[in-house]
C-alpha cells in the first residue's frame, strides 16, 4: 500500500512538475524549419511503416526454408 502511495504521489509530482507549455518557448538557436502538410504527415507516419511491415513479411515469407507439411 505504502508502495503504491509513493507511486502515486511521484507520478502525480512529475506531471504537475513538467508543464507542456514550457515547449512553446523558443530556444537560442532554433531553427524549426517549414512544416509538412497532412499528405506528407500521413505517408511519413502510416504509409512508410505499412510498406516496411509488407516488405519484410513478404521477405520473411519468400525465403522461409522450414519444411512444409
Same mark, same amino acid.
Given at each position: 500500500?505504502? =508502495?503504491?502511495? $509513493?507511486? =502515486?504521489?511521484?507520478?502525480? #509530482?512529475?506531471? @504537475? #512538475?513538467?508543464?507542456? =507549455?514550457?515547449? @512553446?518557448?523558443? &530556444? &537560442? *538557436? &532554433?531553427?524549426? *524549419?517549414?512544416?509538412?502538410?497532412?499528405?506528407?504527415? @500521413? *505517408?511519413?507516419?502510416?504509409?512508410?511503416?505499412?510498406?516496411?511491415?509488407? $516488405?519484410?513479411?513478404? @521477405?520473411? #515469407? $519468400?525465403? &522461409?526454408?522450414? /519444411? /512444409?507439411?
Amino acid at each position: 500500500m505504502r =508502495a503504491g502511495a $509513493v507511486a =502515486a504521489g511521484t507520478t502525480l #509530482m512529475m506531471l @504537475l #512538475m513538467s508543464s507542456p =507549455a514550457l515547449a @512553446l518557448t523558443r &530556444d &537560442d *538557436g &532554433d531553427d524549426p *524549419g517549414q512544416g509538412i502538410g497532412v499528405g506528407e504527415t @500521413l *505517408g511519413v507516419f502510416v504509409g512508410l511503416p505499412i510498406v516496411l511491415f509488407l $516488405v519484410i513479411a513478404g @521477405l520473411v #515469407m $519468400v525465403l &522461409d526454408r522450414s /519444411k /512444409k507439411a
